[in-house]
């Protein structure tokens, strides 16, 4: 299993709480329709501050699924969306070790 993590920083102009009710009520839709996508998480910040305004964590059994969910046409959608809402992604993949 592969867990990417994605850290958003909002577009300019779009304010905090547009923000994140786009990310917790409208982007969700999205990735629900991913394929293989097995647990998908969102995580706002709190901090005005932030550097960044929200942390996603999506979660597929290995990295030829993910790579095959973001070329489907929902992937593409969906990276699309996310495009037009922020200013700045970044994406890392991970192996998740789990302690406590």
């Known amino acids: 299993m592969v867990k990417l993590i994605s850290l958003l920083k909002r577009a300019e102009g779009l304010s905090r709480e547009d923000f994140r009710t786009w990310i917790l009520e409208e982007h ?6 991913l394929p293989g996508l097995r647990k998908y998480t969102v995580n706002v910040a709190v901090a005005e501050d932030a550097p960044y305004d ?7 059994d290995d990295d030829e ?6 070329a489907s ?14 200013s700045s992604r970044v994406h890392v993949l991970t192996t998740e070790h789990e302690f406590i």
């Open 28 to 33: 969700v839709a999205f990735a629900r329709k």
């Open 54 to 60: 929200a942390v996603n964590e999506m979660w597929f």
């Open 65 to 70: 699924a993910r790579a095959a969910a973001f």
């Open 73 to 86: 046409d929902d992937g593409k959608a969906a990276g699309a969306d996310a495009g037009a809402h922020t």
